[in-house]
């Protein structure tokens, strides 16, 4: 196991199948989370205005988000086409439309019934069809059934 200041880590290990998601630590016999890999969700749309920005990271210091790199030139005139475009939007008065889900993970939550709510799963045929709902169930998994921070432990 490695260890972390101290403290041995254990790894995360998650298979999310075609009907069953199996969540648990490694090394031990049995997973500590069963539950139902299908997920509901509710489609809508909304004004690109009303949709609330992800809070932003506030800590000091370098981000491990990935950097686009590209030619001075072309970023200019993107941005410069980017600006064009949104100023006619708001010259024609135009609303621009987003559409969003929300979803539903885990035992009840997915089985109660919600007005125009649709049951999914990621998979089709052993292929991950819907990441979206692949990262619903990966954070389901962690944060309310194994109470963990996954960037604090290796995961499989």
Avoid: C
């Amino acid at each position: 196991m490695p260890t972390y200041g101290g403290d041995e880590v254990n790894a995360l290990v998650i298979d999310v199948g075609s009907t069953w998601t199996r969540a648990g630590f490694a090394g031990e016999d049995l997973p500590r989370a069963l539950f139902p890999s299908h997920v509901g969700y509710i489609e809508s749309e909304a004004d690109i205005a009303d949709i609330p920005e992800e809070p932003k990271a506030t800590s000091p210091g370098p981000t491990d988000a990935d950097v686009e790199m590209g030619d001075a030139s072309t970023t200019a005139d993107a941005h410069k086409q980017q600006a064009e475009g949104d100023s006619r939007v708001a010259e024609k008065g135009e609303v621009r439309r987003q559409k969003i889900r929300e979803y539903f993970v885990g035992d009840t939550e997915s089985s109660i019934w919600r007005p125009g709510m649709e049951i999914g799963g990621p998979l089709e045929q052993g292929l991950v069809n819907d990441w979206d709902v692949y990262e619903k169930i990966w954070e389901y998994a962690f944060k309310s059934r194994l109470h963990v921070r996954p960037e604090e432990h290796p995961v499989m």
